[in-house]
């Protein structure tokens, strides 16, 4: 199933301000299209594929860090821990679907 973001979710995600995002929507850089009340929808595909920090994922779904570590700990946010201070770290494309699980009212992916 593809996953379709709004501009304003991609340009969050990706770390750029929204128009340059939809620059880059028209110019057919990504993977975007028009619905037809003419908003533009990104396809989660076209995410760089990085990872993040607990701060960089607050931060995209303004939330608190403390909210964003305690879901990684408890494993509601898929993560992985790095290095000896256990930093964790969460893919983009995990964020999509974390996204998508609780904009249906919390059922599980």
Known sequence: MTHWLTLTEYARLM???RRTAQAWAREGRIGARRTRGGHWRVNAAYLEPREMTVTEVATALEMSPR???GW????TLRARRRGAA???LVKQ??????????NEGGRRA
């Not at 990684?72 to 494993?75: N, P």
């Open 93 to 102: 494309s995990e964020i999509v679907r974390f996204e998508a699980v609780r």
């Open 67 to 69: 909210t964003v570590r």
């Open 15 to 17: 770390g750029v301000n």
């Open 72 to 75: 990684c700990e408890a494993g």
């Open 86 to 88: 256990g930093q964790w």
